[in-house]
Each structure stands twice: as structure tokens, then as C-alpha cells.
């Protein structure tokens, strides 16, 4: 069966620090993969998403980027962390012709 | 405007009742839609896919109208244990997936 692990779970870090988050699939094969960032009482805006090694849309403008480095393997980061970056960080899945993703347990990045 | 958008709630219901959620979205390329849940602090969850002729599972039937561009949950006989937040999504042409902003339940006893 797939799974899919997103770590660290939670994170605090300060202004001007850098960032990475890691997330991983198992089980599946060329997935497309997704970043979404979830602020406080609020919805799921989608950030990064991926449909092969290499090959990153990005939706919204910021300091944040992704990698995907692997085929279920897929990064986010930032050079210099802001305060309007704290948030709820997920990861997702699903396979091409979008049926219904998956998310990771998510990791919430508190910046200081 | 809003590409997919839901009555944020809070619906405030007893045990037992029926409630009903509603959401539009903009997009009419869209062609998968589902309902997901999310519990507080949790990741969203795949709750029912939504299929043009509706769908029933257990207490909870999705229905999609095209022609008007919405989509509805029914939840029958509310438990304690639906108090969540439930989540509307439509994919954007076929490469991601797009969020409605969510509609909190609470079910109380």
C-alpha cells in the first residue's frame, strides 16, 4: 500500500534562518506531488506542485522553492525564513489524472 | 472571486440531526471533485469522491450539479464524532487540486 511521510512534524525557527522540509512516498510510481501551506483557521493554498523528477509550477510568488530531486521525493525550502511563513505545511500525492490525493501528517513551522 | 467557495460555518447541530453543506466553484473545466475532512491540527482526509450521478456512503451522500456548478454533502444522523471541518475540492484542469476555504460542524450532545 502507499504511504507517505513528511517530517519533521514540528518545527520553530527564527527570522533569516533557512528551511527544508522533506517528504517521501512509498509505494507508488511517478506520483504527482504537491506542497500546500494551511495558515491559521485558514484553507489549503496550494504552492508547489510536481508531475516528474525536475519539473516544479510554482503557484504563488514567495521566498519559498521545491525540489524534486527523486521520483518520490520531494523538498521545500527556503533561503530566509519570514514571519508570514509560519503556517501548516503539507505534503500530498495522487497519481496522474488527478483522483483524489493524499496528504502527509503535515508540519507546523512556527517562525520567531 | 474565490475558485471554489463554501459557507465557513460554524454549524452548530445535536446528535442525530441532518446538515447539509453547499459549495461552488468557478472553474467549469473542473472534472473531479471530493469532499475531504480535517480534524483541528490534523492533515485533511479523503472523505468521498463526488460523481455526477451522486453517491452514498453510510450516513453521507455527495451530490455535483454541473449545470449550476455545486456540490453538496448530507450528513444523516450526526455523531459526536463528525465535528470537523469539511473540505471541498475541484482539480484545476487536470494538474492540482483546489481548496475551498472549509465548513466547520459541530455536533453537540
Known amino acids: 500500500s502507499q504511504t507517505i511521510h513528511q517530517w519533521p512534524a514540528t518545527l520553530v525557527q527564527p527570522v533569516g534562518s533557512p528551511l527544508s522540509l522533506e517528504c517521501t512516498v512509498e509505494?507508488?510510481?511517478?506520483?504527482?506531488l504537491y506542497w500546500y501551506r494551511q495558515a491559521a483557521g485558514r484553507g489549503l493554498q496550494l504552492l508547489f506542485y510536481?508531475?516528474?523528477?525536475?519539473?516544479i509550477s510554482s503557484e504563488v510568488p514567495q521566498n519559498l522553492s521545491a525540489s524534486r530531486p527523486q521520483d518520490r521525493q520531494f523538498i521545500l525550502s527556503s533561503k530566509k525564513l519570514l514571519l508570514s511563513d509560519s503556517g501548516f505545511y503539507l505534503c500530498a500525492w495522487s497519481v496522474f489524472g488527478n483522483t483524489e490525493a493524499f496528504f502527509g501528517q503535515g508540519t507546523r513551522l512556527t517562525v520567531v | 472571486r474565490k475558485e471554489v467557495e463554501q459557507d465557513p460555518g460554524p454549524f452548530n447541530v445535536p446528535e442525530g440531526a441532518t446538515v447539509a453543506f453547499n459549495c461552488t466553484y468557478s472553474?467549469?473545466?473542473?472534472?473531479?471533485f471530493f469532499w475531504y475532512r480535517q480534524d483541528c491540527r490534523k492533515e485533511p482526509k479523503l472523505l468521498m469522491s463526488?460523481?455526477?450521478s451522486g453517491n452514498e456512503d453510510g450516513r453521507f451522500t455527495a451530490q455535483l450539479n454541473r449545470a449550476s456548478q455545486y456540490i453538496s454533502l448530507l450528513i444523516r444522523d450526526s455523531k459526536l464524532s463528525d465535528s470537523a471541518t469539511y473540505l471541498c475540492?475541484?482539480?484545476?484542469?487536470?494538474?492540482?487540486?483546489?481548496f475551498g476555504p472549509g465548513t466547520r460542524l459541530s455536533v453537540l450532545p
Open positions: 510536481s508531475v516528474g523528477i525536475g519539473q
Open positions: 475540492v475541484g482539480d484545476n484542469y487536470g494538474q492540482n487540486f483546489v
Open positions: 509505494g507508488t510510481s511517478n506520483p504527482n
Open positions: 463526488v460523481y455526477s
Open positions: 472553474n467549469s473545466a473542473s472534472q473531479s
